[in-house]
T-cell receptor, first 113, second 110 residues
Framework: GAGVSQSPSNKVTEKGKDVELRCDPISGHTALYWYRQRLGQGLEFLIYFQGNSAPDKSGLPSDRFSAERTGESVSTLTIQRTQQEDSAVYLC???????????FGPGTRLTVL | KNEVEQSPQNLTAQEGEFITINCSYSVGISALHWLQQHPGGGIVSLFMLSSGKKKHGRLIATINIQEKHSSLHITASHPRDSAVYICAVSSMDSNYQLIWGAGTKLIIKP
């Protein structure tokens, strides 16, 4: 079966532009998570979705970051007015339910020039 | 003090050696995860465990809840095992959020 997929795999953008990152979770997984990993650093939690519950946005670093999820399917992470410090690998993971094992996508490497 | 600590930070070994990576945590947990991150950045979940021991191929993970300690073992190590191994816990206080260790960078030389 298909795993978690993310697109694009690489994105280079200019400072100030908006970017949209996409995550397709494993079918049937109700929980979806976004993480960020800056070069040489650990993973940083951004946001999670569980079913139809309101997402927990506590990890979003600023109001330039937002995310949406359509039902229990695809999710998009949007970064507005990108800054150089937004350069990182953005990882998406999904799990069958909360507290279950998380399966990670390959990530999107974002470079802001 | 970090809530999840791994040791060693870096480990270089020869092909065939038995590898042990340790993880200690200071919070109450619902589960402990071992993940593998290859140089390209992709992350693979190796184990999720809340008690005892799990084995998958040449990989073995153990956890001692009383001692708040887990180990990841690799038998008959191979250069393709070279990666960063990350320990993360699901804390009873943080619900779904994983608390991450800093990772152990493993290099297996042929």
């Amino acid at each position: 079966g298909a795993g978690v997929s993310q697109s694009p795999s690489n994105k280079v953008t200019e400072k100030g532009k908006d970017v949209e990152l996409r995550c397709d979770p494993i079918s049937g997984h109700t929980a979806l998570y976004w993480y960020r990993q800056r070069l040489g650093q650990g993973l940083e939690f951004l946001i999670y979705f569980q079913g139809n519950s309101a997402p927990d946005k506590s990890g979003l670093p600023s109001d330039r970051f937002s995310a949406e999820r359509t039902g229990e399917s695809v999710s998009t992470l949007t970064i507005q007015r990108t800054q150089q410090e937004d350069s990182a690998v953005y990882l998406c993971a999904s799990s069958l339910q909360l507290y279950n094992e998380q399966f990670f996508g390959p990530g999107t490497r974002l470079t802001v020039l | 003090k970090n809530e999840v600590e791994q040791s060693p930070q870096n480990l270089t070994a020869q092909e065939g050696e038995f590898i042990t990576i340790n993880c200690s945590y200071s919070v109450g947990i619902s589960a402990l995860h071992w993940l593998q991150q290859h140089p390209g950045g992709g992350i693979v979940s190796l184990f999720m465990l809340s008690s005892g021991k799990k084995k998958h191929g040449r990989l073995i993970a153990t956890i001692n809840i009383q001692e708040k300690h887990s180990s990841l073992h690799i038998t008959a190590s191979h250069p393709r095992d070279s990666a960063v191994y990350i320990c993360a816990v699901s804390s009873m206080d943080s619900n779904y959020q994983l608390i991450w260790g800093a990772g152990t960078k493993l290099i297996i030389k042929p």
